[in-house]
């Protein structure tokens, strides 16, 4: 990976005027950044920049004044949206904001419509464009622009650097400035972190033992206090191995999983994967019904995830096949977060997941086997501990100088094509300043020079999915997001024709 491209800030964003200063507060005290989110900060490069984008429409349409007036009531009660980061030797500090001016991140867009465009066409290249404009770092990392009129309704893109949150407590900040929304805690002004008191704490245990929450030991198939104790006592070696069976086959299976991801080959090649030129695309598609996914998964006895994964799979090799790249017998690699937090815990922010890879059957083209071959590859996962390993990699990864983390970081990026996440939003659709939030979505970053973000994003009874890609390695991506309606209904319709009783998927 190259430097940070800081340069590139977007001269916009500073008003001619005089920031708005509001009444003076107490300012909270600095925090020193945790070494997961100061690694997110520092793997902007020159192709990838570590921003979430998300995407809001919305019926009526807003005035921005309504906006900026329900981002001062709510989103600024997170503490995080009023600070700047600054960086040092021993990493970053998140500061308030002393200037702070709603007016550099609740910004009015005029959208250019060129001829021929469709209002979505339209979004999508703005959408594209702002993915490639790096946040001001002198300023909070995050900003929302605001189209007052388009396709008879409005539209938020929201910007926020990974450094801030992942995608789990981005969705729940989201959701606590909707109508109706739980407010988020009282901002208060934080005691001195251990790391400003002159404490040094164990990365290990700091990493991967206290994030092992009950939630993350189901989630993984585990069970029981021996899980944690293992993970405990290879975080001290001097400490003798002792205790019961399951904690020895605990402690194999981390070793195991470490020699995997070590001994990991790179992944297939493809015209999906390759140098970058950071010229960013995006697309959405339809909604599918949840409802209906949920029947395939029934009926082909597996997940609602094994379908839509399935899915991908069908749409990225048929894409391929279409450029003349043969996808027959190949299969590539997601990395895929898997959340390592409680779900109520979601509004403190911050980084709290791990990664795994995903294999995904391009070159599978039958559709019953495709989505057996998926459901296999989730079950090799299964019981796994690569969610902590790559969780303690990008705890490690923070604490070294940047041409270090890079190269430790770049080990992912050249394992895999994509990165993909699925993220459940709200069953039943949400207002927001007293309109619908008819549709959301949002697009992952892409780590060193991985080309390709899939998300998938369930809402109000449908289920959708984006993609962000590069230009020079998918220049349409719409062509791959065209192709998802079309593999559902297949998998649909011979799902429809199979007799009852069996797992046609086995």
Same mark, same amino acid.
């Given at each position: 990976?190259? $430097? ?30 945790? %070494?997961? &989110? ?23 349409? #807003? ?15 997170? @503490? ?17 904001? &002393?200037?702070? &001016? ?26 594209? /464009?702002?993915? /490639? ?22 539209? #938020? ?29 009282? =901002? %208060? +002004? ?25 939630? /993350? ?16 006592? #290879? ?14 086959? $605990? ?8 020699? $995997? ?7 297939? *090649? ?50 391929? =096949?279409?450029? @003349? &790249?043969?996808?027959?017998? +190949? ?13 109520? +815990? ?11 890879? #995903? ?7 039958? *559709? ?29 990864? @923070?604490?070294?100088? +940047? ?9 992912? $990026? ?12 709200? =069953? ?31 809402? @109000? ?10 230009? =020079? ?21 011979? /799902? ?11």
């Amino acid at each position: 990976m190259t $430097a940070p491209t800081e340069a590139r800030a977007v001269p916009a964003l500073e008003p001619e005027h005089e920031p708005a200063r509001e009444p003076a507060t107490a300012l909270a005290a600095p925090q020193r950044m945790s %070494r997961v &989110d100061t690694a997110w900060l520092r793997m902007d490069n020159d192709v990838n920049l570590m921003m979430i984008v998300g995407i809001w429409l919305l019926r009526p349409g #807003l005035p921005v004044a309504a906006v900026k007036q329900r981002v001062q009531d709510k989103l600024l009660q997170y @503490g995080r949206f009023r600070e700047r980061v600054v960086e040092d030797a021993l990493g970053a500090r998140w500061v308030e904001d &002393d200037a702070f &001016d709603i007016d550099r991140h609740v910004i009015p867009v005029q959208l250019e419509r060129r001829d021929g465009e469709t209002p979505q066409t339209s979004l999508q290249r703005l959408v594209g /464009t702002l993915a /490639t404009e790096p946040l001001d770092r002198r300023r909070p990392l995050w900003q929302f622009h605001f189209i007052e009129d388009h396709d008879g309704g409005s539209a #938020l893109v929201a910007r926020i650097h990974h450094c801030i949150a992942d995608g789990i407590a981005l969705i729940s900040v989201m959701l606590s400035i909707t109508d109706g929304g739980q407010d988020p805690p009282r =901002r %208060r +002004k934080r005691p001195p972190s251990r790391a400003e008191e002159g404490e040094v704490p164990d990365w290990l245990s700091d990493s991967v033992v206290r994030p092992f929450t009950e939630l /993350t030991t189901r989630a993984l198939g585990l069970y029981g206090r021996g899980v944690s104790r293992s993970m405990e006592l #290879l975080s001290k070696p001097q400490t003798p191995l002792l205790g019961s069976l399951d904690m020895a086959r $605990a402690g194999s299976q981390v070793l195991r999983d470490m020699a $995997a991801l070590a001994l990991m080959p790179d992944d297939s *090649p493809t015209k999906l994967k390759g140098r970058p030129v950071g010229r960013k695309r995006v697309a959405w598609g339809r909604p599918l019904p949840v409802d209906q996914v949920k029947a395939v998964g029934r009926a082909l006895g597996c997940s609602i995830n094994d379908v839509l994964l399935a899915c991908v799979a069908g749409a990225i090799g048929d894409h391929l =096949r279409d450029r @003349g &790249d043969d996808p027959a017998g +190949k299969e590539i690699r997601a990395m895929v977060p898997v959340n390592l937090r409680p779900l109520d +815990k979601a509004w403190q922010l911050g980084n709290r997941f791990g990664l795994v890879p #995903l294999v995904l059957p391009i070159g599978v083209a039958n *559709p019953i086997a495709r989505v057996g071959a998926v459901r296999a590859r989730m079950a090799e996962l299964k019981g796994s501990f690569q969610p902590l390993l790559a969780f303690a990699v990008l705890s490690v990864a @923070g604490l070294l100088v +940047k041409p270090a983390q890079d190269a430790l970081l770049d080990l992912f $990026a050249r394992k895999a094509t994509a990165v993909m996440t699925n993220v459940p939003g709200p =069953r039943e659709r949400l207002r927001f300043c007293g309109s619908t939030l008819e549709e959301t979505m949002f697009w992952v970053p892409q780590s060193g020079h991985i080309g390709l973000g899939v998300s998938i994003l369930s809402y @109000g009874g449908g289920v959708q999915f984006g993609l962000i890609t590069d230009e =020079r390695l998918c220049p349409d991506p719409q062509a791959i997001i065209d192709r998802f309606e079309p593999e559902f209904e297949q998998l649909l319709y011979l /799902t429809l024709m199979l007799p009852w009783g069996g797992d046609a998927a086995a």
